[in-house]
C-alpha cells in the first residue's frame, strides 16, 4: 500500500520556526522528485519547494532564504525545515511524489501562523 504521511505540522508564531516530515512507505523514493505544496484558505493548492533525487532544490519565490527542503533517500523521509514563518504561510502542507501516470499524495498537515 503506498503511503505518503505528512507530519510536524501545528500553531506557530509569526517569527517562529517548524519542521514538517514526510514519510513514504510502499513506494519507490530515491530515483523520484519530491515535492512539498500547500494550500492556504481560500487558495488554490501551490508548489513549495521541490527536491530532486540528487539534493538539487527549488523554491517558490514567496519562501526562498526562509524555508529548506531536504531528503533522506535511506530512511525514504523527507523535510521542510520553515523558519522566519509568516500568516500567509498558513495552510495545509502536503508531500507529493510526481510520476509520469501517477501523482501520489499525502493527507497534508496543518501549519497555522497566527499570534
Known amino acids: 500500500q503506498v503511503q505518503l504521511v505528512e507530519s510536524g505540522g501545528g500553531l506557530v508564531q509569526p517569527g517562529g520556526s517548524l519542521t514538517l516530515s514526510c514519510s513514504a512507505s510502499g513506494l519507490i523514493f530515491s530515483p523520484y522528485v519530491m515535492n512539498w505544496y500547500r494550500q492556504g484558505p481560500g487558495k488554490q493548492r501551490e508548489l513549495v519547494a521541490t527536491?530532486?533525487?540528487?539534493?538539487?532544490?527549488h523554491y517558490a519565490d514567496s519562501v526562498k532564504g526562509r524555508f529548506t527542503i531536504s531528503r533522506d533517500n535511506a530512511k525514504k523521509m523527507m523535510y521542510l525545515q520553515m523558519s522566519s514563518l509568516k500568516p500567509e504561510d498558513t495552510g495545509v502542507y502536503y508531500c507529493?511524489?510526481?510520476?509520469?501516470?501517477?501523482?501520489?499524495w499525502g493527507q497534508g498537515t496543518q501549519v497555522t501562523v497566527s499570534a
Open positions: 507529493n511524489q510526481p510520476r509520469d501516470t501517477i501523482d501520489y
Open positions: 527536491i530532486t533525487s540528487g539534493g538539487t532544490t
